[in-house]
């Protein structure tokens, strides 16, 4: 079956957002505002999510332009609330405004620019943790024996040593369900070049990592692309680590090579992709417009499982 994105899908393939979509069922529904749905894949993805049993959606935006997409897809909705906002800007104030004051346990973008979204999600101090918030992709690829956690893809360009050591941070929290996730720090090689930035990065944040500061994963190098998800190229090249070929979560160097390595695998490689946000008050899912509903479901699902985290810890004495 083809999707959006233009990969063909397996009948046999293995779907492991299917099975996190279960785990996030059990965890509970949460309410999750999503901010400005006026077109049919962001209003399909958030109805699709309700129906899976993930959420409890908060509508926010123009309600004529909202229900008027709603008649054109024959999509029924009566019983979800719907916040009257005018403009995708003031949508976004207001979702950002009720998470703060505690009436969401999430937000989800639809309509809008990803920039106006998290513009209004930074200038409020009250959505900010101790962490810089960082953007982490899972991947379902095929030819991969596990989920591949990527970041940053969509938030910070050219991350400094402190902001990298947030994303790996982040990373590490979102990868939910892996009970020590293997972080491997890309670069260009796996040896240490002091005019390759990326690989002293990445030999401090293992430092750090030794010393204490990062905790609840193995961290590793930096490695190269190949080294880090093939075992095959790891023995060859004679590098042996908890790490090398079997990484769970990639921490790039840049926006730029996350991104285009996300999109590789998404267009090329047949790959399923959610992504959200970390380090905010609230987990937010940030989907793209090519999205399909199973992968905003995943995004739900994944936000849902953070939220429901997050939850357990306030509970907890």
């Given at each position: 079956m083809d999707d959006i994105a233009g990969?063909?899908?397996?009948?046999?393939?293995i779907d492991r957002f299917a099975s996190l979509e279960q785990i996030a069922r059990d965890a509970g529904r949460i309410r999750m505002?999503?901010?400005?749905?006026?077109?049919?894949?962001?209003?399909?993805g958030a109805l699709a999510a309700a129906r899976a049993g993930l959420i409890d959606p908060v509508l926010i935006g123009p309600e004529e332009a909202i229900r008027a997409v709603a008649r054109e897809?024959?999509?029924?909705?009566?019983e979800v609330h719907i916040e009257e906002v005018g403009t995708p800007?003031?949508?976004?104030?207001?979702?950002?405004?009720?998470?703060?004051?505690?009436q969401l346990d999430a937000l989800k973008k639809g309509t809008l620019h990803t920039n106006d979204l998290m513009h209004a999600v930074v200038v409020d101090k009250r959505m900010r943790t101790v962490r810089r918030m960082s953007h982490v992709f899972a991947m379902d690829v095929p030819s991969y024996a596990r989920l591949l956690f990527i970041s940053d893809a969509a938030i910070n360009v050219r991350p400094n040593l402190s902001q990298l050591r947030d994303i790996t941070c982040n990373a590490i929290a979102h990868a939910l369900g892996t009970e020590r996730p293997k972080v491997a720090l890309?670069?260009?090689?796996?040896?240490?070049?002091e005019e390759i930035e990326s690989t002293l990065y990445a030999a401090a944040i293992c430092k750090m990592a030794d010393r204490g500061t990062i905790t609840g994963a193995d961290i590793d190098r930096p490695l190269a692309m190949d080294n880090a998800v093939s075992p095959e190229a790891a023995r060859i090249k004679g590098i042996t680590s908890k790490v090398a070929g079997q990484a769970d979560i990639l921490i790039l160097p840049d926006l730029i090579s996350g991104n285009i390595l996300a999109k590789d695998l998404d267009y090329l490689a047949g790959a399923k992709a959610a992504g959200i946000v970390m380090g905010a008050a609230v987990p937010?899912?940030?989907?793209s417009r090519a999205d399909t509903e199973g992968e905003r479901r995943a995004s739900a699902a994944l936000v849902c499982l953070l939220a429901a985290a997050k939850r357990r810890k306030r509970k907890t004495p």
């Open positions: 990969h063909t899908e397996s009948a046999d393939r505002g999503v901010v400005h749905p006026t077109d049919a894949p962001s209003l399909k897809e024959g999509l029924d909705f009566d800007v003031e949508a976004a104030e207001k979702e950002v405004e009720m998470a703060a004051q505690g890309l670069s260009a090689t796996e040896n240490i070049n937010i899912a940030l989907t």
